[in-house]
């Protein structure tokens, strides 16, 4: 059962670590930002062209059971998303806030970076509360397109067992 | 059980009436008062006479315990039990609590075991809920320890009967339910064996989430195909389902507990609206296209006049069929301002790999970040909210009136009628007479 999340130490030297963790970071910064600013829009620019993108359950991942809360393959399907979700679904505003972590890097490649980058994400609603709407960590493999860091895939994986009416924005 | 939104979670007195005060209004067809979701005293009747009545409760897929010792938590109602296969095959259903004092004893999510042993005391049981050991039964040398009457079999968990229909496991507690399939009624069990139709099915995963409404709003919602094409832009402009296209909203006719709300997808990919309905839909949009349109690609893979069916079974099933996504959905009451739904997807056992990434692809309509999914929880969530501290205390259900059970049109509360009518009895809820 603990095979599947177990810890994995990491194949990167330290020095070069702190150099990708250093870009991964200014890639997260802009990530959320344009999350936290409800701009969904935007999401899909920080995908590659044939990236996947889930969110899904720690109970999920452990039992290795494929569904997400949200699913895609391809950047067509997340651009999809982010247009239904800015133009065609109904759900009360909110404000929501991203706070991460400490990313760890896990490997490095020619043409690859996985890392791993635990968040939380807060949500206010109208009239609301701030409360902790999801928690859990960012599985991530990264390309590198010229200068600029793309998800390649990322699995959200939420330690959440029971999820506060929904989640309307991407993670 | 978690509460999300505590914070606002007071109700005035008023509408959390006791149950002498709780009569229904004269006109009982075309009206719901609201402390039939907001009154505490309510809330309990349900729990003591449809969840722990004559009703059979949804409470796993067999899929999810094949072998023998394997088992899940679950709830039949807001009561915590356990699923388990034992070594015969058979399954059993019992209270999550220990016979001694209490204690919750399982507290995986799921697992496979021998036994059950309570942690505190240690008390253990067999995989069907019987006690089997308790320690120093007899004392230390023969000081203290359980009185020499002390039956084990008079001291088990308690046990509920157990029904399964092709892969779905159903309990109850009451000796009285009739056996299954009556219970269901012929039409719903033929829609039921649509997607159980005994193959094998394979679990796909699991979503959960709180919503703060009352359970009998998800029945309400799917009884409810008015707000279909009006809430749900994204059906409509995607040709799912559109007004005047075949359908049906139905329920049984019996007692008119459960339902189902199917419909007939057309051949093409978007909708074609009439000018008119369109002016009537605030939320269609001409505009939205899809650029992966694989995402509505439909597999027919039943003989079934539907290509979507969402089927209320009474009192805690959804079994959901939106083209090829499939789940099971558990309402879990949770007080009269909340409750917990588990969502379980799944495709069968022979699907190709293709297959279940086209199943997986197409749920993203479903779940709490569904392009449906989510739009029906937020809706719940206003109405909630609505009906909890306002001054004005009823709800209208005119549409279609005079009418009650199945609908062939869209514009019609006549299920969420028959609904009422049959819980009104088994509640034995008084309707105020007509003045004069
Ligand atoms: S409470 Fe379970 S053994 Fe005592
Ligand atoms: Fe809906």
Redesign the pocket.
Known sequence: MKERLAYARTAVAPHRAAELRAEIDAFHAEYCAALDANDVERWPDFFSKEATYRITSRQNALLDMPVGLVYCEGLDMITDRALAVAHSQMFAPRHMLHVLGITRVLQETDRTISAQTPFILMQTLVEGPTTVHLAGIYHDHFVREGERLLIASREVVHDTEILDTALAYPV | MYQSQAVIGITNARKNPPLAQCVWPADALNNIPDWVYTSQAIYDQEIERIFRGETWNFVALEAEIPNPGDYKRGYVGATAVVIVRAEDHTISVFENR??????E?CRASHGNTKEFV??????SYDLKGNLQGVPFKRGINKVGGMPPDFRNAEHGTRQLRVATRNGVVFATYSDKTPPLEAYMTKEIVEEFDVPFSGKKLKILGYCRNELPCNWKMYHENLKDPYHATLLHSFLVVFGLLVPGIKSIVFADKEHGRHGYMASAKPDEIYATVAADDKAEMRSFSDSLRLRDERFLDYVREFDSPWSANMMTMWPNLIVQRQMNTMGVRQIIPNGPNSMVMQWTMFGYEDDTPEMTRHRLRQGNLMGPSGFLGLEDNEALKFVQEGIRNSSTDNNVVKLDAGHQGTARNLISESCIRSLYQYYREVMDIRVAEKAA
């Not at chain 2, 220990?98 to 204690?103: D, N, S, Y």
């Open positions: 220990c016979a001694h004092r209490g204690a004893f309570c942690p505190y005391h240690q008390w």
